[in-house]
């Protein structure tokens, strides 16, 4: 490995109490969580300190993606909003998510996160797109967002 290369483990459960001082020291974060609390908190609070991340989910064989530089594109919360309600939707934990699933999107997001700390060029990113693959029907697809401009991550500056 580099030795130049520092890594942390942090075997906490992120909450809004402690998450800036989690990730505040860090130039990309890769969210990879099972929940959408988790999501939308790591979407606000990287708006917040200005720090580029990538957002991944994954159901059964599909996933999506979306890379987020702050001030620039559109984020998590341009495209879906707001926290859906619990119990209005299937969870991992009831439906279940294949392996092989987690880990084409985990490479992707890997992907991401060495393309922005090599080239910081938001036209080789997930920037202002939305990946979505099926992998049970091998379908794969991005879609274009936009900034919200209502959105807490200034779609309208």
Avoid: W
């Avoid at 490995?1 to 992120?14: F, G, T």
């Avoid at 990879?32 to 790591?42: G, I």
């Avoid at 991992?92 to 294949?98: D, F, L, N, P, Q």
């Amino acid at each position: 490995l580099n030795p130049n290369i520092k890594i942390e483990v942090h075997e906490i459960q992120l909450d809004e109490n402690n998450i800036e001082d989690v990730i505040n020291n860090y130039d990309f974060i890769v969210e990879a969580s099972d929940n959408f609390e988790t999501k939308f908190l790591v979407n606000d609070t990287c708006i917040k300190l200005g720090i580029p991340f990538v957002i991944g989910g994954v159901f059964q064989f599909e996933g999506q993606m979306i890379t987020v530089l702050p001030q620039k594109t559109a984020c998590y919360r341009c495209v879906f909003k707001e926290i859906p309600v619990s119990g209005t939707y299937p969870t991992t934990g009831e439906e279940g998510v294949m392996g092989t699933t987690a880990g084409f999107f985990g490479l992707i997001e890997a992907n991401e996160a060495i393309k922005f700390l090599v080239f910081k060029d938001k036209d080789r990113l997930l920037a202002n797109k939305i990946l979505h693959a099926d992998l049970q029907y091998n379908s794969f697809d991005t879609f274009d967002v936009e900034r919200d401009i209502n959105c807490i991550c200034g779609g309208n500056s």
